[in-house]
């Protein structure tokens, strides 16, 4: 008999027993079982719009599948974790644990959701069908063997950049970002408190968040924030965030910007860059493709628009 609980906000113990299921899972399938997005809210204990709900072995008590749902911009993210000694019984599990996820969403007004899945399997797609969500967007995982090739950087135009500076720069990148972002379900709609979320992880460097200003006018134009994990080895530097504001797209900026990224991840020790970007985006990936970016791995997103509660007759 399995136990499960739903908590709203997670003590410290709690998020420790997720934490350790979290990095069990992460060893066995040599990546990262959460988003950055879901990462800090379970790490901060929960926030209006965060649930954790947890199955827990009927004997040990300890965690052997985790859900986490987390509101961002008009919608829901959502994730299903499965101790991988556990997953004979993935099925029984998720179906009780998204469950009650999507009861929750429904409850706090519903909305779009979207569930990412890397490589998704059969009985995540049987899911997705249980809890009425269909297969939508796909992200590609792709990388770079770091430097990059001299003839990559002699047919790239350098632009100026310079590092973000904590306690100034804040309005004018948030003003940036969710214009580029304005309909993106994670990035789009930051507030000053998420990006001082961001900036509380321990991975963050302001010296590699980089900022490209017009020269004319001083304006904010484009940027490229990077994360390296130097617990990794070999070490994997990415590009987190790259964006140009949309009235000044057309000039090679995006290009420009990547390669600075990861020059930047380069000097800094890095010797893999990565990124994520959407299958649609078929521009982006052509610019990447020319740097020298490769397909390393595909993300699957379930979507779907949950009921509010309140409009269910």
């Given at each position: 008999m399995v136990k499960f609980d739903i908590k709203r906000n997670m003590t410290p113990q709690?998020?420790?027993?997720?934490?350790?299921?979290?990095?069990?899972?992460?060893?066995?399938?040599?990546?990262?079982?959460?988003?950055?997005?879901?990462?800090?809210?379970?790490?901060?204990?929960?926030?209006p719009g965060f649930a954790g709900l947890t199955a827990r072995h009927h004997h040990t008590a300890q965690p052997i599948a985790y859900c986490q749902i987390s509101r961002g911009n008009d919608s829901w993210s959502l994730d299903l974790v499965v101790d991988p000694l556990h997953r004979d019984n993935t099925l029984e599990l998720g179906t009780a644990l998204l469950g009650e996820a999507t009861k929750i969403i429904s409850s706090e007004g519903g909305a779009h959701v979207h569930w990412w899945v890397s490589d998704p399997t059969l009985e995540h797609n049987t899911l997705a069908k249980r809890i009425n969500l269909q297969t939508g967007r796909t992200l590609l995982q792709?990388?770079?063997?770091?430097?990059?090739?001299?003839?990559?950087?002699?047919?790239?135009?350098q632009v100026t950049t310079q590092s973000f500076r904590v306690g100034i720069d804040e309005e004018a990148w948030l003003a940036v970002n969710n214009r580029a972002f304005i309909n993106h379900p994670e990035q789009g709609g930051w507030t000053k408190q998420l990006l001082q979320s961001?900036?509380?992880?321990?991975?963050f460097d302001p010296q590699g968040f980089l900022l490209h200003f017009s020269a004319t006018t001083r304006e904010l134009v484009a940027f490229c924030w990077t994360k390296i994990d130097r617990e990794a080895d070999p070490k994997i530097g990415e590009i987190y965030v790259i964006a140009v504001d949309p009235q000044f797209h057309g000039q090679g900026l995006g290009r420009s910007l990547t390669v600075a990224g990861l020059e930047y991840l380069t000097n800094a020790g890095a010797t893999t860059g990565m990124l994520f970007v959407d299958q649609d985006n078929t521009a982006a990936i052509t610019t990447y493709e020319k740097i020298g970016f490769s397909l390393n791995h595909r993300k699957q997103a379930f979507v779907g628009d949950i009921a509010s509660a309140s409009k269910k007759p």
């Open positions: 709690n998020i420790a027993e997720v934490v350790q299921l979290l990095d069990t899972v992460e060893k066995v399938d040599g990546r990262k079982p959460l988003n950055d997005h879901l990462w800090i809210d379970l790490r901060q204990g929960g926030r792709m990388q770079v063997a770091l430097p990059l090739r001299q003839q990559v950087l002699a047919a790239t135009s961001r900036q509380s992880e321990k991975w």
